[in-house]
């Protein structure tokens, strides 16, 4: 399987907004985006994967153990090929989609406070498949 990476200059941002509700607490933004192939077409069933990091490095937060100490945040692209997440902390974060038949795509990005929600749209290309031809006996 094919792994992309592509580190993202950009900032995306989560302000801190004031809560609606009785105890007046705060809660961040999120992002959302569309997931298509190479066609355009809608894809469904990508699965989206939101890992803090220490920074904007491939390598993430570690644990003694040796595993990423940040649990991952998942999720599954709708049949319209959106998908949303809402209250994540301002940091750095790798975000990763994958389906079986296209290749990995992950981006590194950095949330911010102070910036209205992030709309990450997504292209995915589909695994090249080879192909071999067998000549004479």
Do not use: W
């Amino acid at each position: 399987m094919a792994l992309i990476v592509l580190l993202c200059s950009i900032s995306v941002g989560f302000a801190m907004g004031g809560g609606s509700g009785a105890s007046g607490s705060k809660s961040h933004r999120g992002f959302e985006g569309k997931v298509v192939d190479a066609a355009g077409n809608n894809l469904k069933g990508v699965e989206i994967t939101l890992v803090e990091v220490e920074d904007m490095t491939v390598q993430g937060v570690k644990d003694d153990s040796g595993s990423d100490s940040k649990k991952p945040l998942s999720r599954m692209t709708g049949s319209n090929g959106k998908y949303r997440f809402i209250a994540v902390r301002p940091g750095f974060y790798r975000v990763t989609f994958s389906m079986n038949g296209y290749q990995t795509l992950e981006k590194l990005m950095e949330f911010k406070r102070g910036s209205k929600d992030a709309v990450l749209n997504v292209k995915l290309p589909a695994l090249e498949v080879a192909t071999t031809t067998q000549v004479g006996n």
